[in-house]
């Protein structure tokens, strides 16, 4: 099939691939604009853009600002693709766009829909405590996320699954799904079946407020976040006036002493060579890898040989 790729963020990487090897025409991949990140401010490639460059799409990629406008509407009419398969592309495509290709806009989306719909499946599934997951291949409606369903794919949710680790499994999956979705909607054996709206919920944008620990919470609830939130924008404290973001943690219940159990949350209530505990407002966390403020990730190991942490000291 003669295919326009839509996508941005490394998960889309892996269904673009996927589908040149399965022998499909990639006749355009559309990106977001290339953005300046860091001290530096230096102009990055998005990772499909950088995909697209490794297979030797260089003069077929588009990355414009706003695709709904009529300059880039009548490109994708020039090109007059077969379908255009959209993967956390990060823009939503107008009803110009989605009647352009002979077989509609086929988006893969991070969630079993109609559970999670928005841009943040992934992370509220591990927010939830989830046990599966998966990806969802559906035709694209006006809604958000609202199409009619084509198939899905699970995948399990491991106890230690961060938002980067379950992201990658759903790459895979969704490389799998959207291959064998173009096949059967190809040969005409593609079944539609609509959403239960009933059983949605909708996920919004992250923000890094989000990221903020209320200790008082309970610990199961905080070590989830600190995974959903991991790469992006991480979980954070302040220790010793300083700014320190918790990559991994562990939960663990408080200790039996009355020490302990007088502390308030947020509270270091042990500390040994190789971690320290923060009590929480149930249960505690063993501080397992962090990120001080001005520094990279590093283990809890690495941070007590350089930092002095003491019982009683108060996070946040």
Known sequence: MKIVYMGTPDFATRPLRRLAEAGHEIAAVFTQPDRQKGRGKKFTFSDVKEAALEMGLEGYIYQPEKLREAENVEILKQINPDVIVVAAYGQILSEDVLNIP?????????????KYRG?????????????KTGVTIMYMAKGLDTGDMISA??????????TESLTEKLSVAGAEAIVDALKNIENGTSVRTPQNDEESSYCG????????????EDSVKIERLIRALYPWPCTYTEMGGKGLKIIGAEVVPVPEDEAAAAAEPGT?????????????????????????????????VAFLNGYK????????
Do not use: W
């Open 153 to 162: 794919a699970e995948v399990e949710i491991a106890a230690d699954d961060t």
């Open 309 to 316: 942490v003491s019982v009683g000291e108060k996070l946040g």
């Open 268 to 300: 270091v209530i042990n500390v040994t060579k190789k971690n320290f505990t923060v009590k929480c407002g149930s249960g505690a966390l063993i501080i397992k890898s962090l990120q001080p403020e001005g520094k990279k990730v590093m283990d809890c």
């Open 102 to 114: 002979k077989y509609g806009c086929v988006n893969i989306h991070a969630s079993l829909l109609p």
């Open 119 to 131: 841009a943040s499946p992934v992370e509220a599934a591990i927010m939830n405590g989830d046990e």
């Open 205 to 216: 944008k992250l923000d890094k407020e989000m990221g903020r620990i209320d200790f008082s």
